[in-house]
């Protein structure tokens, strides 16, 4: 027996009409209320921007700002003291510093210390005293206190290491750690003793180790980009040209392309693995190439890990799967490749009498990146606007006995530096202090930040939606800002889940609480694939027949699901196809882009400069031509799916008879078996392929 949703599709089927020419000419606008409601929030988010641009400042994200809200090298007082000096950066080194700030004293200083300064290892009190970094308003050679109990309540900093400049921020360098050592050394202890009071020293300071790795990454990464800039836009022009005659290539001979995208790809993976596991052979006779990733653990030197057997192990491994997956899939889906061959070989043909579609994916990147630039520039200057914000620091129990005045006082609560009475000072555990957090505490601000991220995402899926809602035929703004309305609203759901994910992990870690967030995260995942399915091939029955969003969305789900097994087996192998040819092209300008930065082409040695990593301008030429390729090919996929929808909807609307005659291409009837059952009328022509 039928279930109920079958029955409401047999009797939606799409019913034969004589009068039925292709997509609608006389059009009205649909969904206007979405469009007007789009222009009105589009207004809005200019006016916001040009509030932010009127009563922001930069300069205080820009400047650093000590604890007490001080401009370092800009305010009064600090014009001289540009740089910001940390008393201990262990504590930054945390992901839950991004919304909890950097629990640490923060002074502005004239510039960054130069040498190590470890208070045990200096000679009398004097001189310690005179190196001691401390607070505005504390005088280290005040002798009402000893440097211990400056130190003990962050009145001054423990220590100090060898500092370089980053952005006015002084960040250890990376000699500091080796100075640290070596200081303890030459005070007359033992190697592993130094060692190991270093180690003590900087315990719980390996993250900070590890960003400044990251920073001399950062600058050798830099470098390569800076000597190899120009080589990479050749090999992205050569990899835009690649896929530029590959889809031309597809309009003659689809069947061929196709086919040797298939080869190639089988080619590569082939090619890959044998690669891997021949390096891996190769490697048995290197010493310290048995040494386990494990063991390794984090490196910046790529080299390290390409040095090792269990490394190409793994390539060798995922690219043998991956080839066997692939092979596999090929192989059950051959009967099913010929019909998505002829797909193809119709979309190119429609692409070929409009070439210049091929180009407008760029004017979408443009919009893109407007509206990018928009976002940025009003979330930047939106952070600046307002009061500078301070949250209670290193206040971990307020009812301490040796505490006074911190009474409804807990950490991360907003105070006033001018109010902030409450002290700790004979406290062994507790340094309560009110410190600076940020700027546009306000709650209107807030508010307009999330109003921001929203017309951001809103903006950036109808920029998207236009693209394809132009090539699939006439366009419907009101309908494309209803179906990117969908997808922005379901962003920020999913924005918001987060953000309550991080909160339970913030102040209390309920197993329950986040195996339920999960479970929302991923449905709400699920749903947005589902809408932006739904949305496309709503845009492409709405260029068809001029409906609004809704009656074009319910006419192509219903279609799509009268016609599941189609739509599983033949549109997704044709989208599995153009994949495919993707991975050709990339993969092909990949291995030229190796050869070439890896120096193995002989006569290209005085051309290529010598980097720091040279699969650093391999994987820009990778990822780059990637996204070009796919500006490409998404053009075709959205001619595809509309041939897609239009082959399915002839199938329901006529049955080849002569009343009811199939409009598709002869070569698709062939495929399926179908044919008409009269000649062709004499004086009339077999509709075009690309309606």
């Not at 510093?97 to 210390?113: A, D, F, L, R």
């Not at 019909?339 to 979408?364: E, N, R, V």
């Amino acid at each position: 027996m039928p279930s109920r949703i079958g029955d409401v599709g047999e009797r939606k089927k799409f019913d034969y009409d004589p009068s039925f020419e292709g997509p609608t000419r006389k059009r009205s606008c649909t969904d206007i209320i979405c469009l007007l409601l789009f222009i009105v929030c589009v207004a809005l988010w200019i006016l916001v921007l040009v509030a932010g641009l009127y009563y922001g400042d930069p300069d205080n994200l820009i400047y650093p700002t000590d604890s007490h809200g001080n401009l370092c090298g800009r305010d009064a007082g600090f014009e001289n003291r540009s740089k910001l000096f940390f008393f201990d950066l262990t504590k930054c080194a945390k992901p839950s510093v991004v919304y909890q700030g950097c629990k640490t004293p923060q002074v502005c200083v004239e510039s960054c210390p130069k040498e190590l300064f470890i208070p045990e290892l200096n000679g009398n009190d004097a001189e310690i005293r005179s190196r001691l970094i401390c607070k505005d308003g504390t005088n280290p050679l005040d002798t009402s206190m000893t440097w211990e109990e400056l130190i003990k309540q962050e009145l001054c900093a423990r220590y100090y290491l060898i500092s370089s400049d980053a952005l006015g921020r002084c960040l250890p360098s990376i000699k500091g750690k080796k100075r640290a050592t070596e200081r303890l050394q030459t005070s007359g202890q033992e190697e592993e003793v130094a060692e190991e009071r270093v180690k003590m020293l900087f315990e719980g300071s390996k993250n900070v180790w590890r960003l400044i790795e990251f920073q001399q990454l950062g600058m050798k990464v830099f470098q390569d980009f800076r000597a190899t800039w120009w080589m990479i836009l050749v090999g992205l022009l050569i990899g835009a040209v690649t896929s530029f005659i590959w889809i031309c290539l597809l309009q003659f001979i689809a069947w061929f392309m196709v086919w040797l995208s298939i080869l190639g790809v089988l080619g590569l993976l082939g090619f890959a693995t044998y690669y891997s596991f021949a390096t891996y052979v190769d490697l048995k006779d290197e010493i310290n190439s048995n040494i386990s990733l494990s063991e390794i653990g984090f490196t910046t030197n790529v080299d390290t890990y390409l040095a090792l057997q269990e490394t190409w192990l793994v390539f060798g491994c995922i690219c043998a799967a991956v080839l066997v997956v692939v092979f596999l899939i090929l192989l059950f889906l051959r009967s099913r490749i010929a019909l998505a061959i002829q797909l193809i070989k119709y979309g190119s043909k429609a692409i070929g009498d409009i070439l210049t579609t091929l180009i407008f994916p760029i004017s979408t990147y443009l919009g893109q990146l407007v509206v990018i630039s928009l976002f940025i520039l009003m979330a930047v200057y939106l952070a600046s606007v307002g009061d500078s914000s301070f949250r209670v620091s290193g206040l971990d129990d307020p009812n301490d006995s040796d505490c006074t005045g911190c009474e409804g006082l807990t950490n991360n609560m907003t105070c006033n530096p001018l109010k902030f009475k409450c002290e700790c000072s004979s406290s062994s555990t507790q340094n309560p202090d009110c410190m600076f957090f940020e700027y546009g505490g306000n709650n209107w601000v807030a508010r307009l930040q999330i109003f921001n991220l929203f017309m951001f995402f809103w903006a950036m899926c109808f920029v998207s939606d236009l693209g394809d809602m132009v090539l699939a035929g006439k366009y419907h703004l009101g309908t494309l800002a209803f179906g990117s309305l969908l997808i922005a609203i379901i962003k920020m759901i999913r924005v918001t889940l987060e953000y309550i994910d991080r909160k339970i992990k913030e102040y209390g870690d309920s197993s329950i609480a986040r195996c339920m967030i999960c479970f929302c995260k991923c449905c709400m995942w699920c749903l947005e694939k589902f809408i932006r399915f739904l949305n496309l091939n709503a845009y492409i029955m709405c260029a068809i027949h001029g409906k609004n969003f809704c009656r074009s969305a319910k006419d192509a789900f219903l279609l799509l699901m009268r016609n599941a097994a189609r739509v599983i087996v033949l549109d997704k192998v044709t989208d599995f196809l153009l994949f495919i040819g993707k991975l050709v092209i990339v993969g092909a300008v990949g291995v030229a882009s190796f050869y070439v930065f890896d120096s193995r082409i002989e006569f290209l040695d005085g051309v290529v400069p010598r980097t720091n990593y040279y699969m650093v301008p391999v994987f820009t030429v990778v990822i780059g031509t990637y996204f070009i390729a796919s500006a490409f090919f998404a053009v075709y996929e959205m001619a595809v799916d509309t041939l897609f929808l239009s082959f399915l909807e002839d199938l329901e609307r006529n049955d080849g008879s002569a009343e009811k005659p199939y409009l598709m291409p002869k070569g698709l009837m062939k495929l399926l078996g179908k044919r008409n059952a009269s000649p062709k009328m004499e004086g009339v022509e077999e509709p075009p392929p690309d309606y």
